[in-house]
């Protein structure tokens, strides 16, 4: 059966990112999906890491000999047991200055598992998909490959790199453009009409996942003992690349 994991980074919940992520919820079920929801800002989640969450930490506080060797903190415990249960995690997030907030950043930092001896193709999360529901304030030409805001999808990397070290499948992004702003008048109006558009769209989305494409990912058998990408093997993204 499947499980979804739908993770809301939003400091408001009656937010677009709010309602795109019970949507989400929605549709899953209505598929038959179970579904776990965790809104991490109305839940008191603390995204930075301490030696105040240990009961044990070492001193001085090492944040991955604490994580390997300690108790689990219960906030962080809590959130891993979610995880692992899902085999389907939908994240929704504004993009904040050219990234994820910092909750989005302080959730990895603190819940994922870090396992130098599982990793990549061996990770834990092998069985475990993943989409980012994401808004950003800057147009869709402004936030594309030639656009001034940065193309959205490569500030993205960073993150789906994260969960595809941990084994899981990624897919490509979704987005909608320009809706951190102050609209009025028209512009509002043709907002809110492609906001509602979204969200009617959602249960076709989520009905069509498995065709929704994924990020792709080098094999670990594409580097060589350096950990180098062989010269062979071509690129699929400008963060692993061969030197000019």
Not at 57 to 70: I, K, V
Request: charged share 20%.
């Amino acid at each position: 059966m499947t499980h979804t994991l739908v993770l809301l980074a939003h400091p408001e919940p009656a937010s677009f990112n709010g309602a795109w992520a019970q949507a989400n919820c929605d549709a899953s079920r209505a598929l038959g999906h179970s579904v776990e929801f965790c809104d991490l800002y109305a839940s008191g989640f603390d995204p930075a890491e301490r030696s105040a969450h240990y009961t044990d930490a070492p001193y001085p506080f090492d944040p991955l000999m604490a994580q390997e060797t300690r108790t689990t903190p219960p906030d962080a415990a809590r959130e891993l047991a979610r995880l692992t249960r899902a085999n389907r995690l939908i994240l929704h997030f504004p993009m904040w200055w050219f990234a994820p907030p910092a909750m989005v950043k302080g959730w990895c930092g603190r819940v994922l598992v870090h396992d130098t001896g599982h990793r990549y193709d061996t990770g834990r999360l092998s069985r475990l998909e993943v989409l980012f529901c994401v808004t950003t304030g800057g147009s869709a030409a402004e936030s594309g490959p030639n656009g001034r805001e940065g193309d959205w999808r490569l500030l993205l990397w960073p993150l789906a790199h994260t969960f595809r070290y941990l084994g899981a499948a990624v897919k490509q992004p979704v987005a909608v453009h320009g809706v951190h702003g102050y609209h009025t008048g028209d512009q509002r109006a043709a907002l809110d009409r492609r906001l509602a558009q979204t969200l009617s769209d959602q249960p076709r989305l989520v009905a069509e996942w498995s065709t929704l494409p994924n990020i792709r990912f080098h094999a670990d058998t594409d580097f060589d003992a350096a950990g180098h990408l062989r010269k062979v093997v071509p690129s699929h993204s400008p963060f692993i690349r061969h030197p000019a």
